[in-house]
C-alpha cells in the first residue's frame, strides 16, 4: 500500500514538473514559471462576455479568443427575434463585463441593461453606427424598433464593422489584453473579407439575381452585392403573410422564372412550401444564421461554415 502511494506521488510529481517544463519551454527565461503558477487564478478573474444570440457569440468569441470567458445568452436552436431573458439570464449579464449585442434584434436589451445596474459593464450594440435601414419596400414594420432592418450581421462587409465594435468593447473592459484583442479581431476580419471576396466573385456572376426568402433577413447581403430580396414574411419570422402578399410573391417567382423558395431552419417551411407547390419551384435551406442547430454543430458549422453554405445555395439557384 505505502509503495503505491509513494509512486502515485511521485508520478503526480513527475507530472508537474513535466507541466512546468512545457510552461517554460516558450518562455525566454525562468521567472515564466512563477507566472505559470499564477496562470489559475489569472484564469479565474477572465474578463466574463455576455453575448445576446448565436452572431453575436461567434464574433466575440473569435475577438475574445483565449483571454475572456464568452456565453450566449439566446439558446442554440431557438429563433431570436421573439426570445426573452429569464431571471437566470439576467443574472448572468448583471455579473458580466462587457455586453455583446446586435441591437434591434433584442428588443429587450435596453430594459435589460437598465435592470441589471450600470456598475462597470462594457454595453457593445455591434450594430450601432452603421448604415441601417427599412428592407425591402413591401415589408410591413410591425413588431421591429421603427422598422429597422437588424440582420447587418448576414453582409459580411457590415459582420467586419461589428467584429471591429466588440474588438473595441473588450479592450475598453480589459486594456491589458488590448493587444491579443486587437491581433485576433484582425484574423477573423481577414477572414470575412476573403468571404466578401468570394460573394463578389459568385454573384458578379449571376444572370438571376431575385431570390425568395422566408423572413426579410438579407436586406444588406442583396444591397452589398446588387441582389434583390422578395421576403415572404417581414423583417421578423412572426409575421405572417397575408394572401394578397402570397399571391405577389406567386406571381413575381412566375414571372421571374424563380427555381427555388428558401426556408430557414428555425422556422416552420409550410408558408415556404405553400409558394414552392403553386410555382412548381423546388425549395432549400438559407440559414439567417440566428441560431446553430445541434445539428450545424455536429457537422463542425460556425458563422463562416453557414455563410458559405448561403452562398452554394445562392450560387445554385441562380444558375438553376
Ligand atoms: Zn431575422
Redesign the pocket.
Known amino acids: 500500500m505505502k509503495t503505491i502511494l509513494a509512486k502515485a506521488a511521485l508520478s503526480s510529481l513527475a507530472v508537474s514538473m513535466l507541466l512546468a517544463g512545457c510552461g517554460t519551454k516558450g518562455g525566454t527565461n525562468t521567472s515564466n514559471s512563477a507566472s505559470d503558477a499564477g496562470a489559475h487564478a489569472d484564469s479565474q478573474r477572465k474578463l466574463q462576455v455576455a453575448a445576446s444570440f448565436y452572431p453575436m457569440y461567434e464574433f466575440a468569441r473569435q475577438v475574445a479568443g483565449d483571454f475572456a470567458d464568452v456565453t450566449m445568452m439566446v439558446p442554440g436552436g431557438v429563433?431570436?427575434?421573439d426570445w426573452e431573458p429569464t431571471p437566470k439570464d439576467m443574472a448572468l449579464l448583471s455579473k458580466a463585463d462587457v455586453f455583446v449585442y446586435n441591437g434591434i434584434?433584442e428588443s429587450w436589451a435596453e430594459q435589460a441593461i437598465a435592470s441589471a445596474g450600470s456598475g462597470d459593464r462594457v454595453e457593445v450594440e455591434a450594430s450601432a453606427g452603421l448604415e441601417l435601414g427599412a428592407s425591402g419596400g413591401e415589408v410591413s414594420s410591425d413588431g421591429e424598433q421603427e422598422g429597422m432592418d437588424?440582420?447587418a450581421w448576414l453582409s459580411p462587409v457590415l459582420a467586419q464593422r461589428e467584429v471591429e465594435h466588440i474588438r473595441d468593447g473588450l479592450s475598453k473592459a480589459d486594456p491589458a489584453h488590448a493587444a491579443d484583442y486587437e491581433a485576433n479581431a484582425k484574423a477573423y476580419i481577414a477572414k470575412l473579407q476573403q468571404l466578401d471576396a468570394d460573394y463578389r466573385a459568385v454573384l458578379g456572376q449571376a444572370k438571376q439575381k431575385t431570390f425568395v426568402t422566408q423572413?426579410?433577413?438579407f436586406g444588406y447581403l442583396a444591397r452589398e452585392y446588387g441582389l434583390t430580396q422578395l421576403a415572404i414574411s417581414g423583417?421578423?419570422?412572426d409575421q405572417e403573410p397575408t394572401p394578397a402578399q402570397m399571391a405577389s410573391v406567386v406571381k413575381e417567382v412566375k414571372s421571374l422564372g424563380i427555381s427555388t423558395i428558401f426556408f430557414e431552419e428555425l422556422v416552420d417551411p409550410k408558408v415556404a412550401e405553400t409558394i414552392a407547390r403553386e410555382t412548381s419551384a423546388k425549395t432549400d435551406v438559407l440559414n439567417?444564421i440566428?441560431g446553430l442547430t445541434k445539428d450545424d454543430k455536429a457537422q463542425g458549422l460556425d458563422y463562416i461554415g453557414l455563410m458559405k453554405r448561403n452562398l452554394a445555395a445562392l450560387e445554385k439557384t441562380f444558375n438553376a
Open positions: 429563433e431570436p427575434h434584434v437588424p440582420h423572413h426579410a433577413a423583417l421578423s419570422p439567417p440566428e
